[in-house]
Every structure is written in C-alpha cells, then in structure tokens.
C-alpha cells in the first residue's frame, strides 16, 4: 500500500516541476556546438577547460553582452568587442572541479545583440576520485556495446521544434564494432559516432527528438534498439524520455491577450471506503474563460488502474465541459493517491493535475 501512494505522488510532483530546458532560439550568432562534455576526470586533475566557438552569420555587428555561469565553480571568459559580420570567436569556459567526486552538468547563458532570448551552453562530465574500470563507467551492456545508462532524459521540447543531446559510449570488445539502431521509434534520430568503434575506444551516442516528425504530448518515451555488427543485442532497447508542450515562445502581446484561459471548480476529489473491485468516478468541471479555444491535447496517469472515460478535445469560449477520471479498485488496499495530468494549449497552464484519493475497503 505504502509503495501505491509514494509513486503517486511522485508523479503528481514530477508533473508540477517547471522543467527550465530551452531550445535554441533563432540567432545569427550560431555556436558550432552547445555542448561540451568532459568525459571522466579525477579530482588530482583539477581545472579543466574547453573552447566554444561561435560565427555572426548575420549582416550586422553582434555584441555579446554578458555571460552568466549558473555555478561559481564554472569560469567563462569571452571577447568584448562587436562581432563582426562573417566573423568568428571564442567562448573559454573552465570547470574548477572542486565540488568533490560527482557527476556535474553545468549551464551557460549568453546574451547578446543578435537576439533577445540567452543561448544556453553546457558543460558536463563525472569527476571521480580514483580511476575506474570500463565496466564501472559503463554497465549497460550490449554485448560489446557499453553504456552509462539506458535511459537519458530530454526535459522539456516545444511542439514543433526539435532538440538534441549525447552520451559518452564504449567498445569494450576486442575487436572493431560496426553501431546500428532498429525498431526506431518515429520521430527519434539516433546514431553513435564513430560508427565504427575499435576495441576500446569511446565514441558518442547521438539522439534527435523531432516534434515535426510525429505529433505527441505529454511525457513521451522513444525507443531504440542497438545493433551491434547487425545483430540485435541486449533485451531490453534504449529509452529517451521528453515533455512535450505547445510552443508559446513566439507569441505576440495579442496571443497572449486571446489565449485561452482555464479555470476548474475542483481539482482533487476523495472517496471514503470504496468497495475493493469496484470502479469509482469523479468528474471535474473545467471552463475556459479565455477568448480562444481551449485544447486539452493529451491526459497521461502513472498507473494503469486510473483511466480517463470522458474528456473533450476543444472547449469554445466561455463553455464548459466534464473530465472524468475512472479509477479501478481491484489493485487497491486501504490509502490510494491517484490522477491524470492533462496538456493544454494555455500559456498560463500548459499543464495541470487531477487528484483522485480516497480508501478502499474488502
């Protein structure tokens, strides 16, 4: 019974998280990599740096005006001067490493003339205080195929766009291996580079979400399956998890004047001594008093005994509507903690939970 409650509510507080992920906004001061990664570093190496650099591929000077590490442990140095057009530059960034033996994954914002959102970089890797073997660093197998985990985490993508990460791998083989992916989810590009991986050496396992490809909201799981000189290897496929919502980044002060707004009577509800077996239902009231249509694009719950019988695609305007919750009582003992987290179209409120608790009894 404890471990039906504790999930639920984990789920209810991963839900009401503001993941602070950005996607890249559109800029003429273009970065031939956002993301640098360290790797494996031990704590005698002490300060570690790395170079970001950048090109104007704009027509105009480009000023960039501040740059703000989101840890004093991070150093950025960078050229005051305006960029010219066609030009290019250096970002230097150092990790102090003096944090202790942990892994570390550290931001830094860019602001400058060319746009009125940061470019956000990054610098990550695992600090160690001695050396590790490979099996250590990388226990997700493969055969020879080696990785430090099998599920990776995008955070947040507006519908729309894409957004791509990577993660460090390794041929623990004693010969050459040729990486491939099969059953590929759509809407998931996934490639290791090299391709090729000679024994021992590490490589980079690359992963593209792309919201154009398939349309989907909520929390998302993709899916791949390695290959390994062709051949399926390992039970179990590699897992790249996202939150998708609507793109709100590029609305005007009218949108946002227009946009529906979403108001519910209730958004939690309790049942008292509910009959094991029995499905119980709750429905919530939920009105929209904006000026444009409200969506309610998906509805997602952390079990598979919570269901949603009844929910509207659209509320117009100054309507409402009914979402019911049904839960199923016959896993239940005692306390439970349950709902669904619904997406919407509303830039206030792209996301909100509905909480169904109560106790059941034999």
Not at 15 to 43: M, N, R, S, W, Y
Not at 182 to 204: A, D, M, Q
Not at 303 to 316: F, G, L
Not at 340 to 361: E, K, Q, Y
Request: glycine content about 6%; charged content about 20%; overall charge positive.
């Amino acid at each position: 019974m404890k471990k039906i409650v504790t999930c639920s509510l984990l789920f209810f507080c991963i839900c009401a998280i503001k993941l602070t992920a950005q996607e890249q906004p559109e800029t003429d001061l273009v970065f031939t990599k956002l993301v640098h990664d360290f790797g494996d570093i031990l704590l005698s190496d002490g300060k570690v740096s790395c170079t970001f650099t950048y090109t104007n591929k704009g027509s105009k000077p480009i000023v960039i005006q501040t740059v703000i590490a989101s840890c004093g442990c991070t150093e950025p140095k960078w050229d005051k001067a305006p960029i010219l057009p066609g030009k290019s530059g250096n970002i230097s960034v150092t990790y102090l490493n003096d944090q202790g033996p942990y892994p570390f994954d550290k931001t830094i914002a860019i602001y400058s003339t060319a746009s009125d959102r940061p470019i956000t970089l990054r610098i990550r890797g695992v600090v160690h205080e001695k050396k590790r073997t490979v099996s250590e660093l990388f226990p997700i197998t493969y055969g020879p195929f080696r990785l430090r985990n099998a599920q990776y985490h995008l955070g947040q993508i507006s519908q729309g766009e894409a957004k791509t990460d990577s993660a460090q791998v390794v041929n623990d083989g004693k010969s050459t291996i040729e990486i491939g992916f099969t059953n590929v989810s759509k809407g998931l590009n996934i490639s290791v580079n090299p391709k090729k991986l000679k024994s021992g050496e590490r490589g980079y396992i690359r992963y593209i979400i792309d919201t154009k490809q398939y349309k989907d909201w909520g929390t998302v799981t993709y899916y791949a399956q390695p290959l390994v000189n062709g051949k399926r290897e390992g039970a179990t496929p590699i897992e790249i998890l996202v939150d998708i919502r609507d793109n709100f980044n590029h609305y005007t002060q009218e949108q946002m004047a227009n946009a529906p707004i979403l108001l519910a009577e209730q958004t939690s509800a309790r049942f008292e001594n509910a009959k094991k077996g029995s499905k119980i239902e709750k429905s919530f009231s939920i009105s929209n008093q904006g000026k444009s249509p409200l969506l309610l694009h998906k509805a997602s719950a952390p079990n598979d005994y919570t269901t949603v019988v009844n929910m509207p695609k659209e509320i117009a305007p100054g309507k409402s509507a009914n979402v019911t919750i049904a839960v199923n009582t016959a896993k239940l003992n005692g306390e439970f903690v349950t709902g669904v987290t619904i997406i919407t179209n509303v830039p206030s409120r792209p996301a909100f939970s509905l909480m169904v608790t109560g106790t059941v009894v034999p």
